[in-house]
């Protein structure tokens, strides 16, 4: 059983940064890969970013390249998600998960997700 629990999110203007946190406990972080998803209101749950166990070969949504950077501590057990040049449409509320293995972007997949954490993006 792995527990995650997501800080970071809050409230920042159009153009700025924020960086989450997801710390992983209840088993070794290696070994699995990790996502970060997020859900706008009214919006399905759609896949933001990913990153292998090893932490060397990173994916992202289209909408979020060149923006958001992925990263892991397994040291730490912990994941981020760098944050910048933030627009209105990146409100959500942002999710982490871990799944055994290869990763993918379809969030079914996962088997642990954390509670989330809100970021509103003000225009």
């Known amino acids: 059983q792995v527990q995650l629990v997501e800080s970071g999110g809050g409230l920042v203007r159009a153009g700025g940064s924020l960086r989450l946190s997801c710390a992983a406990s209840?088993?070794?972080?290696?070994?699995?890969?990790m996502g970060w998803f997020r859900r706008a209101p009214g919006k399905e749950r759609e896949f933001v970013a990913r990153i292998r166990w090893s932490g060397t070969t990173t994916y992202y949504a289209d909408s979020v390249k060149g923006r958001f950077t992925i990263s892991r501590d397994n040291a730490k057990n912990t994941m981020y998600l760098q944050m910048n040049s933030l627009k209105p449409e990146d409100t959500a509320v942002y999710y982490c998960?871990?799944?055994?293995?290869?990763?993918?972007?379809?969030?079914?997949?996962?088997?642990?997700w954390g509670q989330g954490t809100q970021v509103t993006v003000s225009s």
């Open positions: 209840g088993r070794s972080f290696s070994g699995y890969s």
């Open positions: 998960a871990a799944r055994a293995g290869y990763g993918t972007n379809s969030y079914g997949a996962y088997d642990y």
